[in-house]
């Protein structure tokens, strides 16, 4: 190193590359390898992949990658070029003359060894950092805030609110793993371009598939036995009258080992297998179902209309998230969440028509926020103009809208119905509605009467609450019109609930 280097026209090509720019450009080039080779080794190691680490690792690395190689390039053509001219070296600042045995250089050479470890150490601990950052739940719900913020904001109010996001959206294996990073990449562009779908619609269509993302914290064997809830709702009617129902739901399980096999659980997989055919994106329209009993027999039940032969669809294995599609993000509609509202006294049931009146500007279509604020505050105060509990009315149907009415993103309880009923979608009643005929032509799929996922132990308000059945009461509707089962057709808000 002690010799003088001194191009001349004729020396080696390579010696072209002895240049300032080259040489930054190379420090950049390493520095920006070994932050991919750091973020892919931290990404392969994590308990779950993040989508937007594939923006860093095989977006952001590469392209300071490609600057570094474009500087060296540049470098190297800036020297062509004054070769080609036949200046003398000296001359060019470009020119690496560096010569150890004089003080200057030596301390030049220092300062920049001594820079570009500096910058390869801020670059891992910088890349590091970033990738903490995204693995953050805020980062998912706040920096994409306008697509995700209602998501976000029905994920801080649900079950699952201590769960990381990464934890459900990730499904498991190598491919579902390459798919999440190409999302990431494609949901971040449309994210800065601002053209994505209002409603978001399904982020990654194999997370249904991937049973394993709950299963990692919920065990499909466990027997559950009853469940007993309780509905409390309030009429459309002048007092708000209350109207309870006490439910026993047939929850069971799906694992001879753990219990009997039987009830809602007993789709899952375990001993009975259950496929079907959804003709739409969202899984609503379902009109073919097949399920493998433990026995091994076979039985296909489609509706009257569906005549396709079935290779022409694919065929999906029923999972956790056909029935829990909303675990982390429900909207409540206008009828339950108002009912939960008087329920807990944050809505005086004493003001006369409350429910009805909650409940419609609510339902009413607003294309923003802003507008949805002014109109309910101003109908509500239109209806109960001399009421001083008005305030507080307008506020909490302020709070119910906030939390679950998200007008610039198009998102609430009609864009993403919840399928673990069957009143404000059809839920359950997708399958079970009497409709899906074995071939034999007279038997449906079982368990479609209203007694066979769940008993109705009590009913009403007051003393009838006292008046127990365990083997179940009919329901009593308020409505003697009520004789279609289907209750979604008229409760899933396309005709407004008086
Ligand atoms: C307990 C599991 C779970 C957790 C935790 C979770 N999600 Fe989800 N998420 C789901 C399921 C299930 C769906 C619906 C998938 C479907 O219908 O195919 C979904 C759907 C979504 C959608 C698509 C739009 C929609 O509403 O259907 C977005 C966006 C989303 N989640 C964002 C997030 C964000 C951001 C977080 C963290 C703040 C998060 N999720 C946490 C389970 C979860
Ligand atoms: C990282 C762990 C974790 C994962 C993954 C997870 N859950 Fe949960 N789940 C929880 C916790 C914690 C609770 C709350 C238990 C409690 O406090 O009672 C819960 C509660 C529930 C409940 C009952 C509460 C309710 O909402 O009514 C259901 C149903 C449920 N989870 C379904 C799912 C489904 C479906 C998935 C997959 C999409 C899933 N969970 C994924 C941890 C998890
Ligand atoms: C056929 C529909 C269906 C499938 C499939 C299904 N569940 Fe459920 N599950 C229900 C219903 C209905 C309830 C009753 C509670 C309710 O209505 O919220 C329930 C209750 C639960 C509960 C709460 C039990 C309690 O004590 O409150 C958990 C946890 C749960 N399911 C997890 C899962 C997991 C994990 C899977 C997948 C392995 C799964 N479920 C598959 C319909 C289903
Ligand atoms: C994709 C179609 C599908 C959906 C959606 C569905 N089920 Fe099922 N369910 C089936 C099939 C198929 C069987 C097996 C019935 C048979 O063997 O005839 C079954 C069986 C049952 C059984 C056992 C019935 C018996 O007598 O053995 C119960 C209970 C049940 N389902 C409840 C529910 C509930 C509650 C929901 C909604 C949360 C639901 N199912 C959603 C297809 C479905
Ligand atoms: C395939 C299973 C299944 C069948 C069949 C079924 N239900 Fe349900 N039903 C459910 C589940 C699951 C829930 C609980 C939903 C939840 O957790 O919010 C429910 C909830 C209810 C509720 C309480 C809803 C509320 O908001 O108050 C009523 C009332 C009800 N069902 C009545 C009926 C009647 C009447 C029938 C017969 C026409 C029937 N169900 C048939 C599964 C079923
Ligand atoms: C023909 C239309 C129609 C059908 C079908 C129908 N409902 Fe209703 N339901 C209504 C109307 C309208 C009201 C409001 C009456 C009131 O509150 O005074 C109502 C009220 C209710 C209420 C009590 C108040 C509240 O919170 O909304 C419950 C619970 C209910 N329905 C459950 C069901 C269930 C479960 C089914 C299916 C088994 C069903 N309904 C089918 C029209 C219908």
């Known amino acids: 190193m002690s010799e003088e280097i001194s191009p001349t026209p004729t020396a080696s090509r390579l010696n072209r590359l002895r240049n300032w720019l080259s040489l930054a450009g190379m420090v950049l080039a390493i520095a920006a390898f070994f932050a991919f080779i750091l973020l892919f080794a931290v990404d392969l190691m994590a308990a779950h992949a993040n989508p937007y680490m594939g923006i860093l690792a095989y977006v952001v690395a590469p392209m300071f990658l490609l600057m570094g190689l474009a500087l060296i390039l540049l470098g190297y053509a800036l020297e062509t070029r004054r070769i080609r001219k036949g200046l003398p070296e000296k001359d060019s600042a470009f020119v690496l003359n560096i010569n150890l045995s004089r003080p200057r250089d030596r301390r030049l050479m220092v300062a920049f060894v001594g820079g570009s ?178 026995n091994g027999k ?51 049931p004493a003001i006369p028509w409350a429910k009805a009146k909650v409940v419609k500007v609510l339902a009413a279509s607003y294309s923003t926020r802003e507008e949805a604020h002014e109109k309910i505050a101003a109908s509500l105060r239109a209806e109960y103009p001399e009421d001083q509990r008005v305030d507080a009315l307008i506020k909490e149907t302020l709070a119910i809208y906030k939390n679950n009415f998200f007008p610039e993103m198009k998102a609430d309880w009609r864009a993403h119905p919840n399928f673990i009923g069957h009143k404000d979608s059809n839920g359950c009643f997708r399958c079970h509605d009497g409709k899906h005929m074995a071939a034999n032509g007279t038997d449906s799929i079982k368990g479609s009467d209203c007694n066979a996922c769940h008993l109705i132990v009590a009913q009403g308000a007051g003393q009838e609450l006292e008046k127990v059945n365990p083997k179940g009461f009919e329901f009593f509707h308020v409505d003697s019109e009520y004789t279609e089962p289907n209750c979604a057709e008229c409760h899933n808000g396309q005709i407004q609930e008086e």
């Open 117 to 294: 470890l500096g910058f390869l150490f801020l670059t891992a601990f910088g890349s590091y950092e970033t990738y903490h950052l995204m693995e953050t739940n805020s980062f998912c719900g706040e920096t994409c805030h306008t697509p995700m913020e209602p998501e976000y904001k029905a994920y801080q109010h649900s079950a699952h609110a201590q769960v990381d996001c990464v934890a459900c959206h990730i499904g498991p294996g190598t491919t579902a793993y390459i798919k999440t990073k190409i999302n990431g990449v494609k949901q971040m562009y449309h994210q800065i371009l601002g053209d994505f779908d209002r409603p978001i619609k399904i982020l990654n269509p194999n997370l249904r598939l991937a049973q394993e993302t709950c299963q990692t914290c919920h065990w499909s064997q466990k027997h559950f036995g009853d469940v007993h809830k309780t509905y409390r709702h309030f009429l459309a009617d002048e007092t708000n009258t209350p109207f309870t129902v006490q439910m026993i739901l047939k929850v069971g399980g799906s694992d001879p080992v753990h219990g009997p096999v039987e009830g809602i659980h007993s789709h899952m997989n375990v001993s009975n297998k259950i496929e079907f055919i959804a003709l739409d994106e969202e899984r609503l329209n379902i009109p073919w179902v097949r399920v493998t009993d433990a």
């Open 298 to 348: 076979v039985t296909e039940y489609r509706t009257e209309e569906f005549r396709d032969d079935i290779s022409k669809h694919p065929i999906r294995n029923m999972d956790c998230m056909d029935c829990h599609n909303r675990p982390a993000h429900n909207f409540a509609s206008p009828n339950d969440a108002v009912d939960q509202s008087i329920a807990m006294g944050r809505i005086d």
